[in-house]
């Protein structure tokens, strides 16, 4: 049976139907409405693009949103978090959704290139803290990979440029929101950058990853509650429990994310050395961009 909506609010329901079309939908109210209730007094409202609407008659049917199988946290992130676009030298040349970010064919025309970081924290007995991702992820799920890897996002506070601070800062918060180590566990000051790589790799010929990686390495003692929205599992390995995993993902047991198997393969096990020497300064060099 047609649902009868007033002038006002079947302009609301074209509009609202407008909005979830696009990959941030926004929420209309009525004009009434707003004028009562003013913005600052709402609280916080998502939407998810869930049902579609036929203006000309005004009735309302439901209708199957994009991607709808995502997970609402993963849905969530994918539209609100908006990553740093940079060129091959790593200058911000705008910014884009990580949901667009993140789709092969939009990587494939060469203008998703994003700023990232991958954090490996060490114990004060020198192991690896490693992760396993969530199986909700859209990326990657269920792979075996470093500590914590994101992206700094576009906002003040992780665009600083200042000793790599915007990075720093972006690091310090994921490491809360996926494996619940609080702020004051690890100082900004103490990460110390290593490096930056540029890879692409295909995740499941839908999703991918197109990034300007920075190394951030840190070594503290800290208590891992991990967030099973975002992480599966989580571990630490010495050298030679990582050698034997390596071997387990030749073999097909095990998968890791391309990013880490890119790190271990060129840097980690040498860069090891500095963290038990207490000397990763001499190997830090943030003014080459590995291509990889």
Aim: proline residues 6%; aromatic residues 10%.
């Amino acid at each position: 049976m047609p649902l009868l909506l007033n002038t006002s609010s079947a302009l609301c329901l074209f509009q609202l139907s407008r909005s979830l079309s696009s990959p941030r939908p926004r929420l209309c109210l009525p004009p009434s409405f707003a004028r009562r209730f003013p913005h600052s007094s709402l609280p916080s409202l998502r939407v998810y693009p869930s049902f579609r609407t036929q203006a000309s008659a005004a009735t309302i049917t439901m209708g199957d949103a994009p991607d709808a199988g995502m997970d609402a946290v993963q849905r969530r992130l994918m539209f609100e978090d908006e990553c740093i676009l940079v060129d091959e030298s790593d200058n911000i040349v705008g910014h884009e959704s990580k949901y667009n970010c993140h789709l092969w064919e939009k990587i494939l025309t060469g203008k998703m290139l994003h700023r990232a970081f991958s954090v490996f924290l060490f114990n004060t007995k020198y192991e690896l803290l490693l992760q396993q991702r969530s199986a909700t992820k859209v990326t990657f799920p269920l792979v075996w990979t470093n500590t914590c890897c994101s992206h700094p996002l576009y906002r003040e506070s992780e665009l600083i440029v200042e000793n790599h601070l915007g990075v720093r800062n972006a690091a310090q918060r994921k490491l809360l929101d996926e494996l619940g180590i609080p702020a004051e566990d690890v100082p900004v000051d103490q990460f110390t950058p290593l490096g930056r790589m540029l890879y692409k790799a295909p995740s499941d010929g839908k999703w991918g990853e197109h990034e300007l990686d920075y190394l951030l390495f840190i070594v503290r003692d800290v208590n891992v509650h991990p967030n099973p929205d975002e992480v599966a599992g989580a571990k630490y390995v010495n050298r030679d429990q990582l050698k034997e995993l390596l071997q387990k993902a030749d073999a097909g047991e095990v998968k890791l994310s391309p990013w880490f198997r890119l790190v271990v393969e060129n840097f980690l096990f040498k860069w090891w050395d500095h963290v038990e020497k207490g000397s990763l300064k001499e190997v830090s060099d943030m003014e080459t961009i590995h291509k990889l």
